[in-house]
C-alpha cells in the first residue's frame, strides 16, 4: 500500500528494475504478495503499486474469477513460494461485472466463453443486490468481498496457512481516476495493518 501511495503521488521509486537484481533472481523467486486482480489493461500490478521483478507473483483473470487454474497457482505462490500475503484486487467500473449486472436484470448474456466469465461474477451480484446494492461500484467490492471469501472456501491449503498465521488475504478496490487502492475485505492478520486500511500508525 505504500507502494501505491507514491504511485498516486508521483514518487515512484522503481524498486527492483536494474540488470543486477535481473541477475540475482536468476536461480529462484521469494515474492512477497500473491497479487490475484482483474486483467483490465489499466491495473498492470508492478506499476500501481511501485514494486519491480520478483516482488509481486501475478494472477489475473477478467473480473478476477477464479477457477481451478487460478486457485493452483495461487497455493503455489502461497504453498510452495511461501508468499505471506495474498492480495485480491477489483476495480471500479468493472466491465464483468457490469455485464452481470446487466445480465441480472435484463437477461441478456454475452456468448461464448465470456458467458463463464459473467456467470461467476453472477453470485456477487446477486447477493450485493439482495443487500440493497444497484451501482456498479458497491457490486464491485461485493464481488472483491466474495471472492476472498470463495478463496478460503475452496482452498484448504490457503485456509490451513491463513488459520495457523502465516499467510493473510487482503481485499482491494482500486479506482481508476485517481489510483489508488483501498481495503474492502481480509482474512488473517495483515502486517502493519494501519498502513493497509489507510489510518495513521
Keep these: 500500500m505504500g507502494g501505491n501511495r507514491r504511485f498516486v503521488d508521483g514518487d515512484r521509486l522503481h524498486p527492483n528494475q536494474d540488470a543486477d537484481h535481473r541477475s540475482a533472481l536468476a536461480s529462484g523467486q521469494h515474492p512477497f504478495a500473491v497479487l490475484f486482480g482483474?486483467?483490465?489493461?489499466?491495473?498492470?500490478a508492478e506499476i500501481i503499486f511501485d514494486r519491480g521483478l520478483g516482488d509481486l507473483f501475478v494472477v489475473r483473470t477478467a473480473g478476477h474469477v477464479a477457477g481451478p487454474e487460478v486457485l493452483g497457482s495461487i497455493e503455489y505462490g502461497v504453498?510452495?513460494?511461501?508468499?505471506?500475503?495474498?492480495a485480491v484486487l477489483g476495480h471500479d467500473s468493472c466491465g464483468a461485472v457490469t455485464a452481470a449486472r446487466d445480465a441480472c436484470t435484463g437477461g441478456s448474456t454475452p456468448p461464448g466463453y465470456v458467458r463463464d466469465v459473467v456467470e461467476r461474477v453472477t453470485p456477487s451480484v446477486l447477493a450485493g443486490q439482495a443487500a440493497g446494492l444497484t451501482e456498479v461500484d458497491q457490486l464491485v467490492d461485493e464481488h472483491v468481498r466474495r471472492t476472498v471469501d470463495l478463496l478460503m472456501e475452496r482452498s484448504t491449503?490457503?485456509?490451513t496457512e491463513?488459520?495457523?498465521g502465516r499467510c493473510a488475504i487482503a481485499g482491494l478496490s482500486y479506482r481508476l481516476s485517481e489510483g489508488a487502492a483501498r481495503l474492502v475485505a481480509s482474512h488473517g492478520?495483515?502486517?502493519g495493518e494501519s498502513a493497509v486500511t489507510?489510518?495513521?500508525?
Design 38 to 44: 482483474c486483467s483490465d489493461s489499466r491495473l498492470a
Design 79 to 86: 504453498g510452495v513460494l511461501g508468499t505471506p500475503l495474498v
Design 157 to 159: 491449503v490457503l485456509a
Design 162 to 164: 491463513v488459520s495457523e
Design 189 to 191: 492478520p495483515l502486517v
Design 198 to 201: 489507510g489510518s495513521a500508525e
